[in-house]
């Protein structure tokens, strides 16, 4: 298998809005972001995916675009964003730009020229349709929006601001690589590609994802664009198995590098449920079976996987399976040792590698969030408890990914010198914060960094192969076996004392949260112990 820079990358995923604000207007913005480079240069990450900073209403934070080669006031100019370029590079960072283009804003010149003229070309960018289906929006109702002016529906899986666009459209497909081609030539590392499933839709069919046309796109996007270059590109594929993932990211395809699977993150979920009806308690059995899967059934050279717990639509792993009491840091480290010695490129979400947690909304006055509002008034005129509705959106709504990165104990965690902050700053700042971890030798911090090294430094971690043992049911162990070398990874995910027996010696000890010698010898664990052993031969 030909190796590239990103099998053995780490990536640090910004959210620009909630980074780091260098104006004092309580929005992060780019100066904000070049202001803490050194900060990610010393957690070692080799690249950045940044979340959309291109010209937006701000419908949904940015993924509604209506200039993908203009950046938005709120965040700086193209100025700063060739500077953010610039001096990442010169830290060896690569910046990946987040590709949002299953849809624009209906404040993009091509939706504008398409509502006031349906005879032009633009009217074809979109999908335009006399009678609407029963497809549902992702975000609540009906996928259809009538316009009074040209008299037809159109298609938006997300906000009726974000209308689909035609990817049958060879013309439209050219402008989109064109656009890639511009930011190409602006020296980005890549593109995490916004629902990339989605682009070959059939929606008279009811197709909404995994079209038929769907590889046909991505090969042309390929050749006309990236597939020239060494740049990592990463697809958000939900509805991803092995097999389909093995389609986008075999190597011979010529498609992408990788893509996100979420089969992990369905374990949020009660089954066969809506999203908001969430899980109380994780099944660990069934994560270790989908982690198993994937490392299992993608095979080295026929497939590359990602690795993450958090992301900018995400709650906070730490509120949904970790311990955010008295064991915070320590599940937090035996979450990332877990995760990051597995086989794929890891990903880091601001504030995971210090710990933060979701945030304590009490009411709907302090959600910004149009999917969690759109759930809140479907479910309140549905006659739903506004407790409960409050106690959903405290678990699982995606502000709780969004609040700002918690930099020390001052006034707004030091995110911003505003009075008020785009969405409130975490009450629990004035412990969990960036300065606190780095004066800390034992922070989740370090144990970030000591992760993203070892997969800088070990081949293994890219190529051997994977092992799940047999186990008591809330220990994860697995083996990472390439020839005679073999490294075995434990962790109890659970706040309980777990039975765990191992004769086999070892030679070294990666990584740990705990005293390994002890709880070998006693064969049993603590509360989320975690560790990584060389193994003798």
């Known amino acids: 298998m030909e190796k590239h820079w990103w099998h053995k990358a780490t990536v640090y995923q910004i959210y620009p809005k909630s980074f780091k604000d260098s104006n004092g207007d309580g929005i992060g913005d780019l100066q904000g972001i070049i ?16 979340s959309p900073v291109y010209q937006s209403p701000m419908d949904d934070n940015g993924y509604d675009i209506s200039d993908y080669e203009v950046i938005a006031d709120i965040f700086g100019n193209m100025a700063d964003m060739e500077e953010l370029l610039d001096q990442a590079n010169q830290r060896h960072i690569k910046i990946v730009m987040d590709l949002v283009v299953n849809h624009t804003s209906d404040e993009h010149t091509w939706f504008v020229e ?6 032009s070309p633009e009217r074809d960018f979109y999908i335009w349709r006399d009678q609407l289906n029963d497809l549902d929006s992702i975000f609540g109702g009906s996928a259809w929006q009538y316009d009074q002016k040209s008299g037809q529906y159109y298609l938006h899986f997300f906000s009726k601001k974000q209308p689909d666009l035609n990817w049958e459209n060879a013309q439209l497909r050219q402008k989109v690589y064109d656009m890639m081609n511009f930011w190409i030539a602006k020296g980005i590392g890549g593109f995490r590609m916004d629902v990339i499933d989605m682009i070959g839709k059939i929606p008279d069919q009811g197709i909404s994802t995994n079209g038929p046309k769907l590889h046909d796109y991505l090969k042309e996007m390929n050749q006309a ?9 990463v697809g958000e594929t939900w509805g991803a198995s092995p097999e389909i993932a093995k389609q986008y990211s075999n190597p011979d395809h010529h498609e992408l590098s990788m893509v996100f699977q979420f089969e992990h993150i369905g374990l949020q979920h009660k089954p066969d449920v809506p999203k908001w009806d969430y899980a109380k308690e994780l099944d660990v059995p069934a994560l270790k079976a989908i982690f198993n899967k994937w490392q299992t059934q993608l095979e080295l050279g026929q497939g590359w996987n990602s690795l993450f717990w958090n992301n900018h639509d995400l709650p906070r792993v730490l509120s949904i399976w970790g311990d955010t009491g008295v064991n915070r840091v320590k599940s937090a480290q035996a979450l990332a040792i877990l995760l990051h010695l597995m086989r794929g490129t890891p990903y880091i979400y601001q504030g995971e590698e210090i710990g933060m947690t979701n945030y304590p909304f009490a009411d709907l006055e302090q959600i910004d969030d149009i999917e969690s509002l759109n759930f809140a008034h479907e479910a309140l005129e549905k006659g739903q408890d506004m407790a409960a509705i409050m106690d959903s959106i405290r678990m699982i709504g995606r502000d709780n990914a969004r609040t ?20 409130p700053v975490n009450p629990n700042y004035q412990s969990i914060n960036v300065q606190a971890a780095l004066a800390d030798p034992d922070s989740i911090f370090y144990t970030y960094q000591k992760l993203v090294q070892l997969r800088k430094d070990n081949d293994w971690l890219i190529d051997a192969d994977f092992e799940l043992l047999e186990t008591a049911d809330k220990v994860f162990a697995y083996k990472r076996v390439r020839g005679s070398e073999s490294h075995l990874v434990v ?4 706040n309980q004392e777990q039975n765990f027996a191992w004769s086999d010696s070892f030679e070294d000890i990666l990584i740990s949260n705990t005293d390994v ?14 560790f990584c052993l060389k193994l003798t031969d």
Request: hydrophobic share 40%.
């Open 225 to 233: 664009t990236f597939g020239k270059h060494d740049l990592m590109t």
């Open 404 to 423: 700002p990165m918690q930099w020390d104990s001052t006034k707004q965690a030091g995110f911003s010198s505003a009075d008020k902050t785009w969405l």
């Open 491 to 494: 962790v109890n995910f659970s």
């Open 517 to 530: 010698a002890v709880a070998l010898n006693k064969q049993k664990l603590q509360a989320w112990d975690a």
């Open 114 to 119: 398409a509502r006031e003229n349906p005879t």
């Open 35 to 50: 202001s803490q480079l050194d900060y990610l240069q010393k957690l070692g990450i080799t690249a950045i995916w940044l």
